[in-house]
């Protein structure tokens, strides 16, 4: 419910000028489709900020980031402990598999939120030759995403069943049971206590495991590491992965707005993005994710908390062996602190919002801080206030 004079569309892997002397990327976060990193560069030095992402050595060979000095890295902390190493998204999906081929007999229901971890599902679909059902709102969904013909809205058509992971609970797997032997997944890298035996956990996350952090870190080599993720440490874990801290950087400050130039221009299909947006409004399509806070994640997480059930085993080729941890985590990456963004495919707007809007897009924290909130309104109220006047 953003109003569209406040959106503009960048393409990913093409920087963009916002502000004279300041230039942002966008590149492709491996998280939830369309989440990105951010790339700034000026004067204040380059700034890093991954979002949510999880680390692949592909990403080294992104040319925006091979020999770049990064001055910070704002870092996804999400799995930052050395007892954090989680096995990669495919061998997951593989302990996943496992389960399901342990119970010919059963339906099979994967909570999922609402957004995030359509590979997993794919590559079910595919190993069990099955379709996979979802709401009619989550096939919208992963038909804008241009997945794999693998996803129904028809009740019954396949024995994989998709569901809000809050669903995932004692009363509804008893429910189910009765009417047809049933077993729930939960692919999440958080872990937890059931309060059914057959509720399953997955260690499969889209956040980087702790190795993973390192071996980015480690090849990044950034002056500082900054958490992004409220109240985790992590730059202890990295110090001797860091370059020497550069000489004093001057402040971040907000740059005046200014008009892209034709060569950072986004190549697009030649509309405006209002025009895309009022057409995408027009479509029957998801209206988008509405992330909940971290405090709303954990207790929904609490569902499914409770007395322990079987531990959940690792899978071989065929066979099955070892449990989770059991510690306590942040919400995982469904959490919205992180930042993520879509870039979209047309060309930027005529002009870079200004006013009140290029005083704050791009202000230091610091300098939010120091003004209250009932400042930001009155400012935000004068400034449509002159508007209209106008």
């Known amino acids: 419910q953003v109003s569209p004079r406040w959106i503009r569309a960048l393409e990913v ?7 004279e002397g300041v230039t942002v990327t966008l590149l492709d976060s491996n998280h939830c489709p369309g989440a990105v990193m951010f790339l700034f560069e000026g004067a204040f030095g380059t700034i890093l900020y991954t979002g949510d992402f999880r680390y692949s050595r ?14 910070r890295l704002y870092l996804d902390n999400t799995h930052c402990h050395p ?24 339906h099979v229901v994967i909570g999922l939120y609402s957004l995030g971890k359509e590979a997993l599902l794919v590559e079910l679909a595919l190993e069990f030759g099955t379709w996979v059902v979802v709401s009619p709102q989550r096939l919208q969904q992963m038909r804008l995403l241009e997945l794999p013909d693998v996803f129904t809205d028809e009740e019954g058509a396949g024995r994989i069943r998709v569901v809000d992971v809050a669903e995932i609970r004692w009363d509804t ?21 059931v309060t059914h035996p057959n509720i399953h956990l997955v260690p499969y996350s889209d956040h980087s495991s702790f190795s993973e952090l390192c071996e980015f870190v480690e090849w990044l080599r950034p002056c500082s590491v900054i958490p992004i993720v409220k109240g985790g440490v992590c730059q202890a874990y990295f110090q001797s992965y860091l370059s020497p801290a550069p000489q004093a950087l001057p402040d971040l400050q907000t740059p005046e707005p200014t008009q892209e130039p ?3 221009q986004s190549r697009g299909t030649g509309q405006e993005p209002m025009c895309l947006l009022k057409k995408a409004a027009c479509r029957p399509a998801p209206q988008g994710v509405v992330y909940e806070s971290p ?37 995982e990456g469904e959490q ?28 230091p924290l610091n300098v939010l801080k120091q003004n209250s909130s009932q400042k930001f309104v009155k400012l935000v109220e004068d400034f449509f206030r002159r508007g209209e006047a106008s």
């Open 336 to 363: 919205p602190g992180a930042a993520g963004a879509a870039g979209a495919a047309s060309r930027t707007p005529q002009h870079f919002p200004s006013g009140l809007a290029g005083q704050y897009l791009l202000t």
């Open 295 to 331: 405090e709303k994640q954990t207790e929904k997480s609490e569902d499914f908390m409770g007395t322990e059930g079987p531990q959940q085993k690792d899978c071989g080729e065929r066979g099955c062996a070892g449990p989770t941890d059991e510690e306590s985590e942040e919400a």
């Open 173 to 193: 797997l008893t429910s189910w049971n009765k009417l047809h032997p049933t077993i729930a997944i939960v692919p999440t890298g958080r872990p937890m206590r």
């Open 58 to 71: 592909a990403m080294q060979e992104e040319p925006a980031l091979r020999g770049r000095r990064i001055d």
């Open 83 to 106: 007892q954090r190493d989680l096995p990669s998204r495919q061998h997951a999906t593989r302990q996943a598999a496992c389960i399901i081929r342990a119970h010919p007999q059963h």
């Open 13 to 19: 892997g093409q920087s963009h000028l916002v502000g």
């Open 262 to 264: 034709a060569p950072l």
